[in-house]
Nanobody, 125 residues
């Protein structure tokens, strides 16, 4: 499994960015995929995850109403639309995936088996 994330950059507070992740090698179904982030000096946290089985979606509380995850199961792409960005959203964002049937909140908490290289998001205040 390979994951390639892109779309990071520098944006002013209140602005928007869209992250993309291209996944290859995943099975046609029964997998979870999502976005994690690691801010300087902090542990990596699950931001938003989606389950391919039932499209169950999880968001951490701090991004609800601002971030939207979406996926294209045919193209094996997953996106994270980030609006109303705040300085505290500054982090390296990673795309992760895990094979199997899982609830999205579980994998966002427990972590993934496969990781892509991160993409840096900097939000200036």
């Amino acid at each position: 499994v390979q994951l390639q994330a892109s779309g990071g950059g520098l944006v002013q507070a209140g602005g928007s960015l869209r992250l993309s992740c291209a996944a290859s090698g995943l099975p046609p179904d029964d997998y979870a995929i999502g976005w994690f982030r690691q801010a300087p000096g902090k542990e990596r946290e699950g931001v938003s995850c989606i389950s391919s089985a039932d499209k169950d979606i999880f968001y951490i509380e701090s991004v609800k109403g601002r971030f939207t995850i979406s996926s294209d199961s045919v193209k094996k792409m997953v996106y994270l639309q980030m609006n109303s960005l705040k300085a505290e959203d500054t982090a390296v964002y990673y795309c992760g995936a895990r094979e199997g049937l899982f609830y999205s909140d579980y994998v966002c908490e427990d972590g993934m088996d496969y990781w892509g290289k991160g993409t840096l998001v900097i939000v200036s205040s």
